[in-house]
């Protein structure tokens, strides 16, 4: 009895893995994938460095470099906040006008009309207050951690350009709701720039597009928002993963005991 029940566990097993040779063997999967399966070293390498979304990662990462009490993960939470915000960016996009005084009639709408609108406008609204105290926080976090040090300055320094655009991007959304407190927000970041010496005029005018918080201001905080800034950040971000990736991944402090990285 025991025999046979072997006998057929073999027989299952071979046709399985004829069955995964077959799959995996013919002309359209080689067509599409250059390695084999993920089961050895080498395919695991392989797999990601043919991936678009995975060559960006090490093949190998070192276990005390993803605790969670190394990097408090500030800065995977920051790109799901960004991940976040433009989702539901584009779905606010569906029910939004960005003219005079429509886009404050929509933004009634949202939260009277649209089915989960209110929902939907919190959750933006929170995940950009949230990114921008997680990317504040993660740039601490590399500070005090000394992770700015060569080889790593140019690094530091996109960190800084992403937490800059960070604050524009929450800045410039601040206006689309054209209410009171959008209103006179920007008319005090207005006059603020209105006072850099020698060019304050001039940043003024470009900013709002005229002499006054207006709808030329409305559109231009429009496409910055929604178009030019979150391009931008989406490339920097890019470039920033892609520099961790060269600087030879997370900076990790030296062992005790003179171990060093390992």
Not at 61 to 76: D, N, P, S
Not at 79 to 108: N, Q, W
Not at 215 to 224: K, S
Request: hydrophobic share 50%; net charge positive.
């Amino acid at each position: 009895m025991s025999e046979t029940k072997d006998t057929t566990l073999t027989a299952e097993r071979e046709k399985r893995r004829g069955l995964m040779a077959f799959l995996h063997g013919n002309r359209v999967f080689r067509s599409l994938f250059r390695h084999g399966l993920p089961d050895t070293n080498r395919n695991r390498a392989l797999a990601t460095f043919s991936n678009f979304f995975l060559h960006v990662q090490p093949v190998k990462v070192r276990l005390r470099a993803i605790k969670f009490t190394q990097t408090f993960y500030l800065g995977g939470l920051s790109l799901v906040c960004f991940s976040v915000l433009t989702i539901t960016g584009i779905l606010l996009m569906f029910y939004y006008h960005p003219s005079v005084p429509r886009a404050y009639e929509d933004m009634k709408d949202l939260q009277f009309v649209v089915s989960s609108g209110t929902f939907l406008r919190n959750l933006h609204r929170w995940s950009a207050h949230v990114m921008v105290a997680l990317v504040f926080l993660h740039m601490v976090r590399v500070f005090f951690a000394g992770a700015y040090k060569p080889p790593r300055e140019f690094n530091w320094v996109l960190g800084v350009i992403l937490f800059v655009l960070t604050v524009l991007l929450s800045y410039t959304g601040y206006l689309l709701p054209w209410d009171q407190l959008a209103y006179w927000a920007v008319t005090v970041g207005a006059n603020m720039a209105k006072a850099v010496p020698v060019m304050g005029e001039d940043i003024r005018f470009l900013m709002l597009g005229g002499t006054e918080v207006g709808e030329n201001a409305l559109i231009r905080f429009y496409v910055l928002h929604c178009v030019v800034l979150p391009l931008v950040l989406t490339v920097v971000i890019a470039l920033h993963l892609w520099r961790v990736r060269k600087d030879g991944g997370l900076h990790l402090p030296p062992l005790k005991g003179g171990e060093g990285n390992q």
